[in-house]
Nanobody, 118 residues
């Protein structure tokens, strides 16, 4: 199995930036997909961004141009750089690990809260 631990969440003013990190451990496949989902209060979870070890990416339309996903494959770590944050970005952000595609979410982290104030 795979364990995921997120860090970097917090409170930030609108227009500010945060960088989330997620370290994976356990039975890591050489080819895998890591990413970020978020869930705002009262809403369904949604894909934010995902990245294959090959470099292929997938972004939600709402964050394209503002957020950037990156990976350090040697450290089994994925990052999410979030710029120009908006109040609507407020949510719990979850790190995910998948085996089959950019949309796969076989394992989930514990989540980290991101709150953007006006």
């Amino acid at each position: 199995q795979v364990q995921l631990v997120e860090s970097g969440g917090g409170l930030v003013q609108a227009g500010g930036s945060l960088r989330l990190s997620c370290a994976a451990s356990g039975n890591i496949l050489s080819s895998n997909f890591m990413g970020w989902y978020r869930q705002a209060a009262g809403k369904q979870h949604e894909l934010v961004a995902a990245m294959a070890e090959s470099g292929a990416t997938n972004y939600a339309a709402s964050v394209k141009g503002r957020f950037t996903i990156s990976r350090d494959n040697a450290k089994n770590t994925v990052y999410l750089q979030m710029n120009s944050l908006k109040p609507e970005d407020t949510a719990v952000y979850y790190c995910t690990y998948g085996r089959s595609s950019l949309w796969a979410t076989d394992y989930w982290g514990q989540g980290t809260q991101v709150t953007v104030s006006s």
